[in-house]
């Protein structure tokens, strides 16, 4: 997979030289190029912004900088077909970002991130774009962050650890909270290992049973029993609408 990140902040994306991308990328399994989008600007001050119109606070990002650098890295060849890029856009106002969205994207070949500061960018980038390639708008939460590189961050570990071979043991992944399945849509249950005793606290004696069957049931009741607790509207389905294939465009 090959996943580039156009921004103001390059040095906010060095993470991804760290830990399971930074391996992955190792390994050759990410190719990850991050751009600085100052680098298609012209202008002695390396303008990337500039007021809103209808007026408002803040600044918005300009088109131009943006088309010339998409263009240049989507047209670098690699777009042979096989590859049709995705633009991944974190943006407060995208839809939740999902166990099944990172699913989703990480059977994509090819992902194009860009994370916006100030206000936003200009929405013509989103609209030319998604004449040419799915457009993905996504939120990781609701609060405002000042930029999208942390979203990047966190879509990008969520995409990378699901890759054939990046995570050690492929199993891992199969029990994470809402990984689809079993456990779709519930939270991970509490977990334990050794000392037996802690500080006079024991284990569950479920646990120390050996019976798989009563372990997976534990297992499940308490699932069920945190997410009721702290997420009741994924049991009566009111939360995040669940990613759905079909919507590409978002
Ligand atoms: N929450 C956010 N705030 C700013 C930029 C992007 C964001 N997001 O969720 O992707």
Redesign the pocket.
């Known amino acids: 997979m090959r996943l580039d990140v156009v921004t103001i902040f390059p040095e906010y994306l060095e993470p991804l030289n760290v830990s399971l991308v930074g391996k992955a990328r190792a390994r050759g399994q990410l190719d990850v190029r991050v751009h600085d989008l100052r680098s298609w600007t012209h202008d002695r001050h390396n303008t990337v912004d500039d007021t809103p119109y209808g007026g408002g606070p803040g600044m918005v990002m300009k088109t131009e900088p943006w088309g010339e650098a998409l263009d240049e890295i989507l047209t670098d060849g690699y777009e042979a077909g096989a590859h049709a890029p995705a633009l991944v856009v974190?943006?407060?106002s995208?839809r939740p970002?999902t166990q099944e969205l990172a699913v989703h994207l990480s059977e994509r070949p090819w992902l194009v991130f860009t994370?916006?500061r100030y206000e936003g960018i200009d929405r013509r980038v989103v609209d030319e774009y998604a004449t040419r390639m799915p457009v993905y708008e996504?939120?990781?939460?609701?609060?405002?962050?000042?930029?999208?590189e942390?979203?990047v961050l966190v879509v990008t570990e969520a995409v990378a650890r699901l890759l054939p071979g990046v995570l050690g043991n492929a199993e891992s992944h199969r029990d994470d909270s809402f990984a689809p399945g079993a456990m779709a849509g519930l939270l991970e249950g509490p977990v334990h290992t050794k000392p037996p005793v802690w500080r006079g606290r024991g284990i569950p004696e479920v646990l120390l049973s050996g019976h798989h069957g009563k372990i997976a049931r534990w297992r499940r009741d308490e699932a069920l029993r945190r997410t009721t607790a702290h997420r009741p509207g994924l049991i009566e389905g009111s939360d995040p609408k669940a990613f759905d294939k079909k919507d590409r465009e978002m």
């Open positions: 974190p943006t407060p995208g970002f994370p916006a996504v939120s990781i939460g609701d609060y405002v962050l000042a930029g999208g942390a979203a």
